[in-house]
Each structure stands twice: as C-alpha cells, then as structure tokens.
C-alpha cells in the first residue's frame, strides 16, 4: 500500500503563494491518476486538480490560470503550486493516488487570510 505525505501548508495573505509536495512511500512511476483535493470546513472534499502519467492535467473551474499540478516520477513527489490565492482557497489539501482504490494523505492545512 502506497503511504503519501503532503507538506507545504501553511498561513498567508491573499494574493500571496504557497507550494504544496506530496511525497510517495513507493514508485509513482506506474500511478496513472494522482491528484489534489481540498475540504473547507462544513464542506464536502472537492477535486483541486489531477495529473496522469502521461501528464496530462485536469483543474476545477475556481483554481484555472492560479493552480498548477505536476509530479516527478523519478523522486516518486507531485506538487501544487498555488499563486493568486484567496481567502475561499482556504482548506485541508489532500494528497490523491489511485491505484485500484483511492490512496489519501493526511492533509495539510492552508489558511489564506488578512
């Protein structure tokens, strides 16, 4: 069973960035979906984004042109990098790999405010 790990959270202003990283406990080379997701409180968890092996990306309406996904298959990471962020950005991001069945992470929490 692949374990993940997010790191990167944290607390920061509107307008401001953040990177998250996921990091696998195992190959990620033959993962073909990996993603992102988030839940703000009161909330149900929402898709942030999705990458393939291939590398092929999928975003949610609300984060296109601020968000961008990749992964690193050679050191078995996938990060967010996230600018422009907002207050509504606010949540627990979860790391995602699917592999037969779903995988999560912890989260890590983000907080964008004033």
């Known amino acids: 069973q692949v374990q993940l790990v997010e790191s990167g959270g944290g607390l920061v202003q509107p307008g401001g960035s953040l990177r998250l990283s996921c990091a696998a406990s195992?190959?990620?080379?033959?993962?073909?979906?990996m993603g992102w997701y988030r839940q703000a409180p009161g909330s149900q968890r929402e898709l942030v984004a999705q990458i393939t092996r291939g590398g092929t990306t999928n975003y949610a309406d609300s984060v296109k042109g601020r968000f961008t996904i990749s992964r690193d298959n050679a050191k078995n990471m996938m990060y967010l990098q996230m600018n422009s962020l907002k207050v509504e950005d606010t949540a627990v991001y979860y790391c995602?790999?699917?592999?037969?069945?779903?995988?999560w992470g912890q989260g890590t929490q983000v907080t964008v405010s004033s």
């Open positions: 195992e190959t990620i080379f033959s993962i073909y979906r």
């Open positions: 995602n790999a699917y592999i037969k069945r779903d995988y």
